[in-house]
């Protein structure tokens, strides 16, 4: 054995400490807290749409609004992954900007959404390409902490400035309709 006769004598109390320490963890935070938390949003439980909003000379706005299609309760935080891509479903530049807004833990019951505003320019940047050469037709949406996305109809032309797209965290609600 590797430890002494006298350790192994100094290790039990604080063996039993630990012990006893885990066990009044164990019975505090109780088994029912972790059953009755519910999931993560995922792919499977969220259906997308975009919403295209009141725009200014130059800029536009929009939300991404995920909602919960399941008939279960689901959770969700955070920032939402987008990539424009053309009619061949190929990517079309994208550079995804997070606000410094706080990301709160969201709970969506069945039916509920939770959304994210999006805002980007029409003025194109020196050298950058032409609308031709860009044309996005489709969004796809990666929910947090995900690696599975969802794709949506991009009916809200180009993203300029080299595919900028400012997002805010997600908020429950649908977010604004103008």
Do not use: C
């Not at 079309?92 to 994210?116: F, H, M, W």
């Not at 032409?130 to 009916?155: C, I, N």
């Amino acid at each position: 054995m590797f430890f002494g006769k006298r350790t192994r004598n100094l290790l039990t109390p604080v063996t039993l400490s630990a012990l006893s320490a885990v066990a009044l963890i164990g019975i505090t935070a109780g088994p029912s807290q972790a059953a009755t938390r519910p999931g993560w949003a995922d792919t499977s439980s969220l259906s997308v749409r975009v919403h295209g909003l009141d725009s200014g000379v130059g800029q536009r706005y929009a939300t991404v609004v995920l909602t919960n299609k399941t008939h279960k309760t689901v959770r969700t935080q955070g920032y939402v992954g987008l990539q424009l891509l053309n009619s061949r479903g190929k990517d079309v530049p994208t550079l995804v900007v997070r606000d410094r807004g706080r990301a709160e833990l969201i709970t969506l019951k069945p039916g509920q959404s939770a959304y994210t505003r999006l805002h980007w320019g029409d003025v194109p940047a020196v050298g950058e390409p032409t609308k031709a050469e860009k044309d996005p037709t489709r969004l796809e949406v990666t929910p947090p902490d995900s690696f599975h996305h969802l794709t949506t109809p991009w009916k809200l032309g180009d993203v300029l400035q080299k595919g900028r797209i400012d997002i805010t965290p997600l908020v429950k609600g649908t977010g604004p309709t103008l």
